[in-house]
């Protein structure tokens, strides 16, 4: 699977009632996908971070969501909600995986959002988006992926690495994930 096929495939999943394949396992989900599409993945959106701030300034109407935690289902509910990144902006507030057993099609399905639609969708660091909080994802894509889980997950963790940390919304609203620290007194500490 490619970026462009899983987009199609990822679509066509929002498309439907989450309750015709929620009694799937991601295996059955998501048979075609390899290790590598992964990574060639997470590379193509780490260049997009790569060129945002680490602290952005976004203007506009966003679905602001939180912590998904690995839940597929409730990210495709969401979507089937509110609409594609094609017709709806979204605001990520981190910790999009562990915890849930689809971490990696979690985080994996926002990164090809954002790659579709980069000024639709934006992410910003969660606590479990660090190496040292990440070991659900870690352990399902080692037991998907075996030998390349290792090189897959250092991918991963590099995107992961670029994510902005916080964003300004409208001028007014400061979006973050866990709060603020008692020695933060200004937006450029950040």
Known sequence: MNLSSLLTYITSLISQDPETYSQKSAKDLFADLTSQAVEDICNQVKQIFKD???????????IVVGDLHGHFFDL?????????????????LGDTIDRGEFSLYTILSIFVMKCSFPSSIYIIRGNHEFENYNSGLSEEINELF????K???MTINQAFSYLPLAIVLNNE?????????PSFNDINQI
């Open 146 to 149: 075996h030998i390349n889980g």
């Open 173 to 181: 609203y400061l979006c973050v994930h866990g709060g603020i620290g």
């Open 52 to 62: 945002e701030d680490i602290l952005l300034n976004l203007e506009g109407d966003f």
């Open 76 to 92: 495709i509910r969401i979507f089937n909600h509110f609409g594609l990144p094609s017709q709806q902006k979204y605001i990520f």
């Open 151 to 153: 090189n897959t997950m």
